[in-house]
Protein backbone atom coordinates (compact mmCIF):
# COMPACT_ATOMS: atom_id res chain seq x y z
CA UNK A 1 0.00 0.00 0.00
CA UNK A 2 0.90 3.43 -0.67
CA UNK A 3 -0.73 6.54 0.53
CA UNK A 4 0.05 9.69 -2.01
CA UNK A 5 -0.90 13.27 -1.61
CA UNK A 6 -0.33 16.23 -4.46
CA UNK A 7 -0.09 19.92 -3.22
CA UNK A 8 1.28 22.67 -5.56
CA UNK A 9 -2.26 23.68 -7.46
CA UNK A 10 -3.66 26.86 -7.35
CA UNK A 11 -4.02 29.86 -9.53
CA UNK A 12 -1.59 30.79 -12.50
CA UNK A 13 -2.02 33.02 -15.48
CA UNK A 14 -1.85 31.42 -18.84
CA UNK A 15 1.68 31.49 -20.22
CA UNK A 16 3.00 30.67 -16.30
CA UNK A 17 4.31 28.00 -14.39
CA UNK A 18 3.50 25.62 -11.84
CA UNK A 19 4.79 22.81 -10.04
CA UNK A 20 3.09 20.15 -8.38
CA UNK A 21 4.25 17.82 -5.69
CA UNK A 22 2.84 13.99 -5.09
CA UNK A 23 4.60 12.75 -1.75
CA UNK A 24 4.14 9.11 -1.01
CA UNK A 25 4.18 6.84 1.86
CA UNK A 26 3.63 3.97 2.76
CA UNK A 27 5.92 0.57 0.47
CA UNK A 28 9.03 1.37 -0.98
CA UNK A 29 8.84 4.30 -3.46
CA UNK A 30 11.31 2.71 -5.83
CA UNK A 31 9.04 -0.01 -6.46
CA UNK A 32 6.26 2.40 -7.90
CA UNK A 33 5.73 3.44 -11.26
CA UNK A 34 3.82 7.23 -10.99
CA UNK A 35 1.31 9.15 -12.92
CA UNK A 36 -0.11 12.53 -13.07
CA UNK A 37 -3.75 12.29 -14.58
CA UNK A 38 -6.13 15.24 -15.02
CA UNK A 39 -9.99 15.68 -15.07
CA UNK A 40 -11.94 18.81 -16.26
CA UNK A 41 -15.32 19.77 -15.58
CA UNK A 42 -17.61 17.48 -17.93
CA UNK A 43 -14.70 15.27 -19.04
CA UNK A 44 -13.22 11.74 -17.95
CA UNK A 45 -9.52 11.71 -15.90
CA UNK A 46 -7.18 11.39 -18.34
CA UNK A 47 -3.51 10.73 -18.71
CA UNK A 48 -1.10 13.59 -18.35
CA UNK A 49 2.66 11.85 -17.89
CA UNK A 50 4.21 9.12 -16.18
CA UNK A 51 7.53 7.64 -14.98
CA UNK A 52 9.13 4.44 -14.60
CA UNK A 53 10.42 3.39 -11.14
CA UNK A 54 13.60 5.15 -12.28
CA UNK A 55 13.13 7.82 -14.11
CA UNK A 56 14.42 5.62 -17.02
CA UNK A 57 11.16 5.93 -19.50
CA UNK A 58 9.22 8.84 -19.19
CA UNK A 59 5.20 9.57 -21.40
CA UNK A 60 3.65 12.45 -22.30
CA UNK A 61 0.23 13.29 -23.23
CA UNK A 62 0.66 14.96 -26.94
CA UNK A 63 -1.42 18.18 -25.33
CA UNK A 64 1.59 18.50 -23.08
CA UNK A 65 4.45 17.64 -24.43
CA UNK A 66 7.30 20.44 -24.35
CA UNK A 67 5.32 22.35 -21.80
CA UNK A 68 5.12 19.64 -18.66
CA UNK A 69 8.19 17.54 -17.52
CA UNK A 70 7.54 14.62 -15.04
CA UNK A 71 10.10 13.57 -12.78
CA UNK A 72 10.84 11.81 -9.31
CA UNK A 73 13.28 11.61 -5.86
CA UNK A 74 13.00 8.15 -4.73
CA UNK A 75 14.94 9.71 -1.77
CA UNK A 76 12.62 12.07 -1.04
CA UNK A 77 9.62 9.55 -1.91
CA UNK A 78 8.28 11.83 -4.08
CA UNK A 79 6.90 12.66 -7.99
CA UNK A 80 6.86 16.26 -9.58
CA UNK A 81 4.74 17.43 -12.42
CA UNK A 82 6.55 20.99 -14.05
CA UNK A 83 3.73 22.94 -15.94
CA UNK A 84 5.13 25.66 -17.87
CA UNK A 85 3.60 27.62 -20.54
CA UNK A 86 0.23 26.84 -19.43
CA UNK A 87 -3.11 27.23 -21.04
CA UNK A 88 -6.42 27.51 -19.94
CA UNK A 89 -7.64 24.41 -21.14
CA UNK A 90 -4.69 23.17 -18.67
CA UNK A 91 -7.59 23.58 -16.11
CA UNK A 92 -8.22 20.49 -13.71
CA UNK A 93 -8.18 18.73 -10.54
CA UNK A 94 -4.75 16.90 -10.89
CA UNK A 95 -4.48 13.58 -9.75
CA UNK A 96 -1.22 11.78 -8.92
CA UNK A 97 -1.01 7.86 -9.14
CA UNK A 98 1.27 4.92 -8.62
CA UNK A 99 1.37 1.48 -9.08
CA UNK A 100 3.66 -1.54 -8.39
CA UNK A 101 6.03 -2.76 -9.82
CA UNK A 102 8.55 -4.82 -7.67
CA UNK A 103 8.71 -7.37 -10.22
CA UNK A 104 11.39 -6.98 -12.56
CA UNK A 105 8.87 -8.66 -15.66
CA UNK A 106 6.60 -5.43 -15.05
CA UNK A 107 9.07 -2.90 -15.08
CA UNK A 108 9.75 -3.58 -19.04
CA UNK A 109 6.46 -1.50 -19.73
CA UNK A 110 5.39 1.61 -18.13
CA UNK A 111 1.88 1.79 -17.51
CA UNK A 112 0.01 4.99 -18.98
CA UNK A 113 -3.82 4.20 -18.50
CA UNK A 114 -5.34 5.23 -16.09
CA UNK A 115 -7.37 1.67 -15.38
CA UNK A 116 -3.52 0.24 -15.22
CA UNK A 117 -2.37 2.44 -12.02
CA UNK A 118 -4.08 1.31 -8.27
CA UNK A 119 -3.24 4.13 -5.58
CA UNK A 120 -4.23 7.62 -6.18
CA UNK A 121 -3.83 11.10 -4.34
CA UNK A 122 -7.35 13.35 -3.41
CA UNK A 123 -6.00 15.65 -5.88
CA UNK A 124 -4.90 19.46 -6.26
CA UNK A 125 -7.33 21.95 -8.77
CA UNK A 126 -5.08 24.04 -11.20
CA UNK A 127 -6.68 26.54 -12.79
CA UNK A 128 -5.28 28.50 -15.33
CA UNK A 129 -6.55 32.64 -16.29
CA UNK A 130 -6.30 33.61 -19.52
Known amino acids: QVQLVESGGGLAQAGGSLRLSCEAS????????MAWFRQAPGKERESVAA????????HYADSVKGRFTISRDNAKNTAYLQMKRLKPEDTAVYYC???????????????????????WGQGTQVTVSS
Open 26 to 33: GRAFSDYA
Open 97 to 119: AAVQQAKAFLRLRLPIERDEYKF
Open 51 to 58: ISWNSGFT
